[in-house]
């Protein structure tokens, strides 16, 4: 295959973060020319009253900043969501900060929600609304707490971001679950999760016009089973669209074919893959 070629002999040289830069760097480029890439004829699904084009979209975690939509569904993914966004600005954790587990098709990332800050994408976005490509187009925003916010402020740090990006959201996305922002997760315990979700929640649903944006709340896959039926029932509680499941990983399995060495080098991160 090209893309097996490609890896091989030019991407597996570069830094992972490199890789992934002129990779983006193409698809923001050339992949807004490209007609969309289906196997097989798209297949409308209707969830949270939005109407995706079909099932197979891109989650968060690639195009952090809203720079890549066009070309990303140029590549035929049915919906994009970006971010994850903070209410401020922040370069995120030290580099090296992304590692491959090659034989697992897998990755280990501490990237630290490296993003240019809530209101600049949201003028990217109000931009890219204004479009041809981006006024219809299913764009989901996901959003998370700024580093440098104490955990007792959450609330308003959230609020702050829903604000200024709800208006161009097909749907909001909570983040509370990456491993890579310290204490972030301990707002996935219900007495922390509930005001955040709660004013989130307010201000999808007092938008100009009426009009209402679905939310989201997105959970890690390390949360003990009653955790996760403690979410679910606030999410009911709240009268949330849905939950994301899930996100990276802070276990490292024995099934992993990489040399334990291999795996302790790359240090701490959330585990994605296979």
């Not at 090209?2 to 890896?7: E, T």
């Not at 720079?67 to 569904?73: E, H, K, Q, S, T």
């Amino acid at each position: 295959m090209v893309y097996d070629a490609l890896f091989s002999t030019v991407f597996a040289r570069m830094d992972p973060e490199v890789a992934h830069e002129q990779a983006f760097r193409a698809i923001r480029l050339g992949g807004r020319l490209a007609r969309p890439l289906t196997a097989v004829p798209p297949a409308p699904r209707t969830v949270m009253g939005l109407t995706f084009p079909h099932a197979f979209g891109l989650a968060a975690g690639f195009d952090k900043n809203a720079r890549a939509v066009p070309g990303l569904l140029g590549l035929g993914f049915g919906h994009v969501e970006v971010g994850t966004v903070t209410a401020r600005p922040q370069p995120g954790n030290p580099r090296p900060r992304l590692f491959r587990l090659v034989d697992d098709r897998a990755v280990i990332n501490r990237m630290g929600f490296n993003n240019d800050g809530a209101a600049v994408v949201a003028a990217r976005l109000h931009r890219l609304r204004r479009t041809a490509v981006g006024t219809d187009a299913v764009i989901g925003v996901n959003i998370g707490k700024t580093k440098v916010v104490p955990a007792e402020e959450a609330v308003a740090d959230y609020v702050e971001s829903a604000r200024l990006l709800a208006p161009y959201a097909s749907y909001l996305v909570v983040n509370v679950s990456s491993p890579n922002t310290p204490g972030l997760r301990d707002l996935q315990s219900v007495d922390a999760l509930r005001p955040i979700l709660a004013a989130v929640r307010d201000v999808t649903e007092r938008l100009p016009q009426g009009r209402r944006v679905p939310l989201v709340v997105k959970i890690a896959p390390d949360l003990a089973d009653a955790d996760v039926d403690a979410v679910a029932d606030l999410a009911l509680e709240l009268g949330l669209d849905g939950i994301s499941a899930t996100n990276t990983t802070i276990e490292r399995p024995a099934s992993l074919l990489a040399d334990r060495a291999t795996v302790d080098a790359a240090g701490a991160g959330g585990l994605s893959g296979p």
